[in-house]
């Protein structure tokens, strides 16, 4: 044992001797982050391991993207020339971002630089909403291009880091797919969607090929949020006879496993969900971040430990009655990003 972990030791021991009682482990701590001039809302989609965060404010008039400073301080990411709104779902370790540029014709995927640059990305053809959600350290970008406003008819794609796009398809007889997530290896996740509108979690390969995830007992269908080494984030709706369904948070594992993350404790049947995975980092890989319906039946933000271990974050404290809070992305130092009660926060573990 070192100086410093017997040294530790002794003054724990000496605390508990004289009868004074040890100082408890702080929990996680929210903090708002600021929103663009004359907004009233926003939301944050995505947190690099610098602490960067991104997703959207409002300006009084529409919602643009936005990125917070590891400080807290924001900065108005723009529109495509002659657009009126935007959004940013993710940035990676560089600072690139990618998201959506809006008008009232459609959505055109985007990306910018580091040093704020927009930049729009192929469409698929005939298609006039394309949004892009996740990007790897290598540029590439996964999303999905639709014909019109409904998820029903859009396409998973994934765009190389010059911009062009390839759809990456569906399951066998399904009519629609959705790309939520990319790992540093060009794997991305999302969905496929059957006929009568089920999904079904899958994962692509860098080839392109599709394979559906794993299902728990009773699971009738499912979605996968985000990948990170191998380990993917998302929801099954299981259903339970007398009980009726519920979405469950899971992870599938590297391995090809699923692990039913439940929700938080004391709320046995509770819906849950995942949205993020770390690779690893204080909180260990495998870390999980999203939402369940907490003890007061309000939805919260929630944080899985690698274990599986469920940790309510908590709200806002002005947060209003019937409001909701979650986690959306969660970096390796173990800052986690999201909303409360219809603002961008940031939670410290």
């Known amino acids: 044992m070192s100086i410093g972990k017997k040294l530790g030791a002794f003054v724990a021991a000496g605390v508990f001797a004289l009868g004074v009682p040890a100082v408890?482990?702080?929990?996680?701590?929210?903090?708002?982050?600021?929103e663009l001039p004359g907004g009233s809302g926003s939301g944050a989609w995505g947190v690099n391991n610098h602490g960067v965060a991104v997703g959207w404010s409002n300006t009084g008039t529409s919602a643009h993207a936005v990125r917070w400073a590891e400080n807290g301080a924001v900065t108005d990411l723009g529109t495509l020339p002659g657009d009126t709104g935007s959004r940013a779902t993710a940035i990676a370790w560089d600072g690139t971002v990618v998201g959506r540029s809006s008008s009232p014709k459609g959505y055109r995927a985007v990306r910018w630089s580091p040093d704020g640059a927009i930049t729009e990305l192929a469409s698929l053809p005939g298609t006039t909403y394309c949004t892009a959600e996740a990007v790897d350290v290598h540029g590439f970008v996964a999303g999905h291009c639709s014909d019109d406003y409904s998820a029903s008819t859009?396409?998973?794609?994934?765009?190389?880091?010059?911009?062009?796009?390839?759809?990456?398809?569906?399951?066998?007889?399904?009519?629609?797919?959705?790309?939520?997530?990319?790992?540093?290896?060009?794997?991305?996740?999302?969905?496929?969607?059957?006929p009568?509108?089920?999904?079904?979690?899958?994962?692509?390969?860098?080839?392109?090929?599709?394979?559906?995830?794993?299902?728990?007992?009773?699971?009738?269908q499912s979605d996968?949020?985000?990948?990170?080494?191998?380990?993917?984030?998302?929801?099954?709706?299981?259903?339970?006879?007398?009980?009726?369904?519920?979405?469950?948070?899971?992870?599938?594992?590297?391995?090809?496993?699923?692990?039913d993350l439940g929700a938080l404790p004391g709320t046995s049947g509770a819906p849950s969900e995942a949205r993020a995975v770390t690779a690893g980092g204080v909180h260990g890989a495998g870390t999980v971040v999203g939402e369940?319906?907490?003890?007061?039946?309000?939805?919260?933000?929630?944080?899985?430990?690698?274990?599986?271990?469920?940790?309510?974050?908590?709200?806002?404290?002005?947060?209003?009655?019937?409001?909701?809070?979650?986690?959306?992305?969660?970096?390796?130092?173990?800052?986690?990003?999201?909303?409360?009660?219809?603002?961008?926060?940031?939670?410290?573990?």
């Not at 408890?24 to 600021?34: F, K, M, R, W």
């Not at 007398?242 to 979405?247: C, L, N």
């Open 196 to 220: 009568d509108g089920s999904t079904r979690a899958v994962r692509w390969g860098e080839d392109g090929s599709v394979t559906e995830l794993p299902s728990l007992p009773g699971g009738a």
């Open 292 to 349: 369940s319906r907490n003890a007061d039946g309000r939805y919260t933000a929630a944080h899985w430990s690698a274990n599986g271990a469920a940790v309510d974050l908590g709200a806002l404290p002005n947060a209003g009655a019937g409001t909701i809070t979650f986690a959306t992305a969660v970096n390796a130092p173990g800052v986690v990003v999201g909303s409360s009660g219809g603002h961008a926060v940031r939670w410290t573990i």
């Open 24 to 34: 408890a482990e702080a929990g996680p701590t929210v903090t708002a982050l600021a």
């Open 154 to 194: 859009g396409r998973a794609v994934r765009w190389a880091p010059d911009g062009t796009v390839t759809e990456l398809g569906k399951l066998p007889g399904d009519v629609a797919s959705r790309a939520l997530g990319i790992s540093y290896e060009k794997v991305v996740v999302g969905w496929s969607s059957r």
């Open 224 to 259: 996968a949020r985000g990948i990170n080494n191998g380990a993917i984030a998302g929801r099954i709706w299981v259903y339970t006879p007398g009980r009726g369904g519920v979405h469950h948070a899971v992870r599938w594992n590297a391995d090809g496993t699923v692990t």
